[in-house]
């Protein structure tokens, strides 16, 4: 039994900022990565940002939002900066572990909704 938490989405003004955290909670092992990822209406889910053991961003997010994590609180954030109405969409907090035999799973957040007006 796996649960991740997500809190920190909302409204804001194009311009403005958020920050998304996410808290990861129950028999996980381990930790490989942890990141964001979100969907916009009539949109694919796609990739925000991960951290493992570096980072990797959206090209469409770069010098706009940040993904940090706390190892020791299994917690991932999202620092959202100059945000967009494009970026308006539900984020999805997302984390890869690992068992003891090296096995991978991914496990999902129920999603955020952080919607940016004009």
């Known amino acids: 039994q796996v649960q991740l938490v997500e809190s920190g989405g909302g409204l804001v003004q194009a311009g403005g900022s958020l920050r998304l955290s996410c808290a990861a909670s129950g028999s996980i092992f381990s930790i490989n990565a942890m990141g964001w990822y979100r969907q916009a209406p009539g949109k694919q889910r796609e990739l925000v940002a991960t951290s493992a053991s570096s980072t990797n961003y959206a090209d469409s997010v770069k010098g706009r939002l940040t993904v940090s994590r706390d190892n020791a609180k299994s917690t991932v954030y999202l620092q959202m900066n100059s945000l967009k109405p494009e970026d308006t969409a539900v984020y999805y907090c997302?984390?890869?572990?690992?068992?003891?035999?090296?096995?991978?799973?991914?496990?999902w957040g129920r999603g955020t909704q952080v919607t940016v007006s004009s």
């Open positions: 997302n984390v890869r572990a690992r068992d003891r035999w090296r096995n991978q799973y991914d496990y």
